[in-house]
């Protein structure tokens, strides 16, 4: 009898069980507490601030290099972390003016067909 029991009650709780597997699966309604700071953050470093202070930092660190004339090595790579640092802030702006805005794997399909390509793979040629 008591086996009886046992299957029951492991059959009832494997239903109770797999009831819960929608609500598991299903997504959670907000982020976690820092990715709203986090994003602010992104959004400031890749705007416009960032493309000023990279334009100007390269300014300043160029004409330091052309006129700075005897600088010591210790200010030498300071004036070459600042230029890296102005180009690294400044690389999502050099992009955009290339036309690129993210990633772009593949080709759409109006670019597939005008190279030939039918999207089809390639045990499809009959």
Do not use: C
Not at 29 to 57: D, K, M, N, Y
């Amino acid at each position: 009898m008591s086996r009886k029991v046992a299957i029951v009650a492991l059959l009832s709780a494997s239903i109770v069980l797999a009831s819960f597997a929608s609500a598991l699966a299903s997504s959670g309604g907000g982020g976690l507490p820092w990715e709203a700071p986090l994003e602010q953050i992104q959004e400031s470093i890749t705007g416009p601030v960032a493309g000023a202070i990279a334009l100007a930092a390269m300014a300043i660190a160029g004409g330091m290099l052309i006129f700075g004339g005897e600088l010591n090595d210790f200010a030498r790579r300071l004036v070459y972390v600042v230029l890296v640092a102005g180009i690294l802030l400044g690389a999502t702006q050099i992009v955009g003016l290339f036309g690129a805005t993210g990633a772009s794997i593949g080709l759409t399909d109006e670019q597939g067909q005008s190279f030939g390509f039918s999207g089809e793979g390639e045990g499809a040629h009959g």
